[in-house]
């Protein structure tokens, strides 16, 4: 066949079977797609709806479980009143400060730590056993030791909430730092870049996507620690405030609190996202 | 008249029953006025090309003979021997410009300096508008480019070029030969490339050794005139279609199959 004899095969019409279709290439019936948001914000939606049900026919006791509205109206009140001496915000001021400066010590030790295991085998061989010891600990079980050797101050709760938070950072930087390209860093070097250089310019920056996941694994383990933190001697907190409030069966102010803990969490989620988008933009376009 | 040669290196890597490449030679020479050698290494996988380019890097050390440039043995990397690989290696946190200005950035130029200089590079490579670019913002051939600019930003001797233009399409690699011998007659530099491409080694070669696998060992050297021709002007086309240019590229066809049943 000649090229001028090739001619274009007319396009199949719509539902038409042009010959070539295998039986699986076919248009697929048009769905409706449920998107997964909406699942969400019904199952949401049903949630609450069951448990103002279940407050307003009185299936459990107020005492175990108050309504939603009670539980609002506990949040205002705490909001502007405060509890146990100390308002809601000055509650979640403290907490969010143990948490922060948490993050930022366990930022310090933890990626130097990562970047000593992924660059380096003596590194890897120091720290990775330790950090496996440390890291199926629950935090319960060295919070008695820590207030041994630390006391009951605030430097006890921070570093609490630290060794939780160490683990991911240290693992995240390290597995980030071994990801990196080797002709990345090839290039480096043959443009007479150091060993120093190319740490600093080719290995960090390579590593800040896994970083900065280790972060917000990092935050999530932090609240989930906090608690536990400020179970000894603490004088403000989320954490003190729901213990404080289970104490005295005070159950709505447990609940509100739970759910002002969720919500911060979410919230710092949706922040370190935004940090990513903006700070790692080439993350997963390369 | 400075020179970049391997004496008869062979290359051994550790867990490898057999060598890579069994004492190969090469002289790459760059002229102080006026072009460098533009030196290609062809033949089979398994030939050692790439390993040879590595050596000649100071990625890789040779287990036996000497590699030196300008007379002092290779001890390691630097950039009087900047790298492109196949796969950009760019860093996608910098823009295009400072991509470029990398090396300028390592050996601590000002800030004006180095801009001033990766926007001339960039035009030397034709991508003079896309100093803010985002790297993934560039096509396959556009990445290339940067590297290139990259690479000569260190104002090297040697340039050395790991299959270069591999990942590109047909069509974007027939580009980027011209922007190759437009680069090496403009840099005066001295070029050992490894390609896959017959027809890119012929144009853009003035040497071509063609090795063959088992150990990796030079079966033949060919002095050609191809790329020559095009930084002398005349049109790239007018070379590829010149008979000359097909009996090259059979005999060169040829010795890269030698030994190999047809």
């Known amino acids: 066949m000649s090229v001028s004899a090739y001619s274009e095969r007319p396009a199949a019409k719509a539902g038409e079977n042009d010959g070539f279709s295998v039986p699986w290439s ?42 939603p509205a009670a539980v609002w109206a506990k949040f205002v009140v705490v909001a502007r009143d405060g509890f146990v001496d100390a308002t809601l915000i000055q509650h979640v001021a403290a907490s969010l400060w143990r948490v922060f400066a948490a993050l930022i010590a366990a930022i310090l030790v933890g990626v130097p730590v990562g970047l000593a295991i992924g660059i380096s085998r003596i590194g890897r061989g120091v720290f990775d056993p330790l950090l496996e010891f440390l890291r199926p600990i629950p935090p319960l079980a060295y919070l008695p030791l820590i207030i041994i050797w630390f006391g009951i101050g605030e430097p006890s709760k921070i570093l609490v909430i ?25 290039a480096a070097r043959s443009l007479g870049a150091t060993r120093t250089q190319v740490i600093r310019h080719v290995i960090l920056p390579s590593a800040l996507p896994s970083i900065l996941t280790g972060l917000r694994i990092a935050l999530g383990a932090g ?14 907190g989320l954490g003190f405030m729901i213990q404080s409030a289970a104490q005295f069966l005070v159950t709505d102010v447990v609940v509100m609190g739970i759910l002002v803990i969720a919500i911060i969490a979410f919230a710092l989620e949706f922040v370190i996202r935004r940090i990513e988008r903006v700070l790692v933009p080439w993350a997963g376009r390369e | 008249m400075t020179h970049l040669t391997l004496d008869k290196v062979s290359v051994h890597y550790d867990g490898q029953p057999a060598a890579a490449v069994e004492r190969v030679s090469l002289d790459i020479g760059k002229s ?44 390691g ?56 670019k985002r790297i993934w913002e560039l096509s396959g051939g556009m990445r290339q480019r940067v590297g290139l600019a ?19 399409d047909a069509l974007t690699r027939e580009r980027m030969q011209t922007t190759l011998l437009d680069l ?23 040497r071509i ?28 086309r007018a070379i590829k279609a010149d008979p000359a240019f097909a009996v090259g590229r059979a005999e060169l066809t040829d010795a890269i199959f030698e030994g190999e049943a047809a």
């Open chain 1, 162 to 186: 630290a060794i939780a938070m160490l683990a991911p950072v240290a693992l995240s930087t390290a597995a980030g730092v071994r990801g990196v390209s080797r002709e990345r860093v090839d």
């Open chain 2, 32 to 75: 102080d006025s006026g072009r460098g050698d533009f030196v290609v290494l062809v033949g089979r996988s398994g030939c050692g090309k790439t390993s040879l380019l590595n050596v000649a890097a100071g990625l890789v050390e040779p287990a036996g003979g000497l590699a030196t440039v300008g007379g002092r043995p290779i001890t």
């Open chain 2, 209 to 236: 050794v063609v090795l063959a696998p088992g150990p990796g060992h030079v079966v033949r050297t060919f002095e050609t005139h191809f790329g020559r021709r095009y930084a002398a002007g005349e049109p790239i």
């Open chain 2, 77 to 132: 990397p630097g950039s009087d021997r900047a790298v492109v690989f196949q796969n950009d290696a760019l860093f996608p946190w910098l823009t295009a410009r400072e991509n470029v200005a990398f090396a300028l950035r390592l050996r601590g130029a000002s800030a004006d300096k180095r801009a001033r200089r990766a926007d001339e590079l960039l035009s030397l490579v034709k991508l003079g508008d896309a100093g803010d």
């Open chain 1, 26 to 67: 076919r248009p697929r019936p048009k769905r409706t797609v449920v998107s997964a948001r909406l699942v969400s914000a019904i199952t949401i939606l049903v949630l609450l709806a069951a448990w103002t049900a279940a407050a307003s026919l009185q299936l459990v006791s107020p005492v175990f479980l108050p309504s």
């Open chain 2, 184 to 206: 090496w007659a403009a840099a005066q530099v001295g070029v050992l490339m490894v390609t896959h491409g017959i027809e890119e080694a012929l144009v853009l070669a003035t």
């Open chain 1, 223 to 236: 609240w989930s620690t906090l608690v536990a933190a400020e179970l000894v001697a603490a004088t403000r």
């Open chain 2, 150 to 168: 990259r690479a000569l930003a260190a104002e090297p001797e040697f340039l050395l070029l790991d299959e270069p233009l591999g990942a590109l």
